[in-house]
């Protein structure tokens, strides 16, 4: 493993406070609704466990998951479902939860396909931004932290499947 995790970008407590303000705004907005929270495997599943258990009201989790990086980390734009959803949609308000939005790619797609199943919404909440990597235009409702165009690992980010686990967003850097 030649790239390890170096200086903290986000720290934990940063992390948690943001968690918290996203968590409440969407409180607010989906009182009396119909909330499906959708997490894209596998890097939200940190973030998606920490929201959701902070947003008071009743809710159902599901999860997608779709080809990523690899084991690189420049995007290929090439995206895939391997795990669909297990529930039916149609109708529903529906919340898709992304650990970060680079490209815009990814979530062009998923949205895209969830949204020939006819929800009565859909928005997104991603934790991380890097608005200067945008390639297509979306619009992330519930954003964590924009953030300059690194590579970040940790809280459920990956680098060749290692580092999800820390507790902070750190920079990934050369050893
Ligand atoms: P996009 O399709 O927007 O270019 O890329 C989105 C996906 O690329 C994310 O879900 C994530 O898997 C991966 N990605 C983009 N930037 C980073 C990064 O800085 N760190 C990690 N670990 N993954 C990233």
């Given at each position: ?62 999860f997608?998951?779709?080809s ?44 895209r ?5 006819e ?7 991603a ?24 590579f ?14 820390l ?9």
């Amino acid at each position: 493993m030649k790239a390890k995790p170096g200086r903290v970008l986000i720290g934990r407590r940063e992390l948690d406070r943001r968690v918290d303000e996203l968590a409440r705004r969407i409180t607010e907005d989906y009182r009396d609704r119909d909330l499906v929270v959708v997490g894209i495997l596998k890097g939200a599943f940190v973030f998606l466990a920490d929201l959701v258990r902070r947003v008071d009201l009743p809710l159902e989790v599901d999860f997608v998951a779709v080809s990523s990086y690899g084991k690189d980390t420049e995007s290929s734009g090439v995206v895939r479902i391997i795990k669909d959803l297990d529930l039916d949609i149609r109708g529903r308000d529906v919340l898709l939860v992304e650990d970060i939005v680079d490209t815009g790619l990814t979530l062009q797609y998923i949205a895209r396909i969830l949204r020939q199943r006819e929800p009565a919404s859909l928005e997104i909440c991603a934790l991380l931004n890097k608005p200067e990597a945008r390639k297509v235009d979306i619009e992330v409702k519930y954003c964590g932290f924009d953030i300059p165009p690194l590579f970040v690992v940790g809280y459920g980010l990956d680098y060749a499947e290692h580092y999800r686990h820390l507790p902070y967003v750190g920079v990934l850097e050369e050893a």
